[in-house]
Structures are given as C-alpha cells and as structure tokens.
C-alpha cells in the first residue's frame, strides 16, 4: 500500500485483537490483527479516553466487535466517532465523520450534438427525418427553424 493511499477496513468482526477489547470470554484474532498491522491501518477509536468503548453486549460481557480502521492519510481527516442506538440491529451503530477534499464539479449548458459519421449513413438519415416529421413537423415551419430552436 502506498503511504497516500486511503483505506477503509470496517464490519462486525466478531473477534477482538487485544484481551483489552473485551470482558469475559476472549475471541482474538491473530488473522485480523496481522491485516491490520500488515496494511498500516490505524483504529478510528481514540484509545486514549480511559475507557473501554463496547459495541456488543452479552449477559457474560462487553467488547468492541464493530470495528473501523483507516489508513494514516484518511485519518488526519477524520472530524469524529459517535455510537447511537439503532432499532434493527443487537449492535448500535457507529457514525464515522470524515473531512474529504473533493474538487466541486460544475455543470454548464447541456448541448446535443450528432456523432458525424450518421450523416453518411442513409439508413439513419431515412429514420431520422420520418421521426423528426412524425414528432416536431406540426411545431416548426421549417427544418432550419427546428435545429435553431429545439436542437441548440
């Protein structure tokens, strides 16, 4: 992975990677941790906050099985990480808020324009003026009139 590439890693992994993750019966995976490592991902969780953030709950404990990783790069853009509750699932949901830069596109007049290379084709030219006569004829005195008007 090159360092300016963005990466987003995030599901329900069911496992953790650190006894710290979880209370109860433990679930590490060496698998998952080895991606996460090997990739360079970093956890969206401030782990810093003094205290454990849970995202499923049994009568025999918490742990942390919903989990997003980043790459370096997309994490400096990260605004922030919240848990609300969410009414279709055992887990709550987790929002990730992320700053991207984007270039702003802009639209300018539409215009329609024929592919050359019909003109020679007599077929499409037959069909054409039969569809053109049959839909528009009654609204335009003239072709002319009708390519100014409706086609531009």
């Known amino acids: 992975m090159h360092p300016s590439d963005n990466m987003v890693l995030a599901g329900d992994f069911n496992c953790v990677l650190t006894p710290s993750d979880c209370t109860g019966s433990l679930n ?3 698998a998952l941790t ?5 990739l360079d991902l970093m956890n969206v969780w401030d782990v810093n906050q003094g205290r454990m953030i849970c995202t499923h709950y049994t009568a025999q404990g918490a742990s942390r099985l919903d989990r997003i990783y980043l790459s370096r790069q997309l994490l400096k853009s990260k605004q922030g990480v919240e848990l609300i509750a969410a009414a279709f699932t055992v887990h709550p ?6 700053s991207l830069s984007a270039p702003c596109t802009t639209r300018g007049k539409d215009y329609w324009r024929i ?3 019909y003109l020679d084709d007599q077929h499409f030219l037959q069909t054409f003026i039969q569809h053109w006569e049959r839909k528009n004829a009654q609204y335009y005195p003239s072709r002319v009139m009708w390519w100014c008007r409706f086609v531009k």
């Open 115 to 117: 592919n050359p290379t």
């Open 93 to 98: 949901a987790v929002i990730l808020r992320v």
């Open 28 to 30: 590490v995976s060496g």
């Open 34 to 38: 080895r991606l996460v490592t090997g």
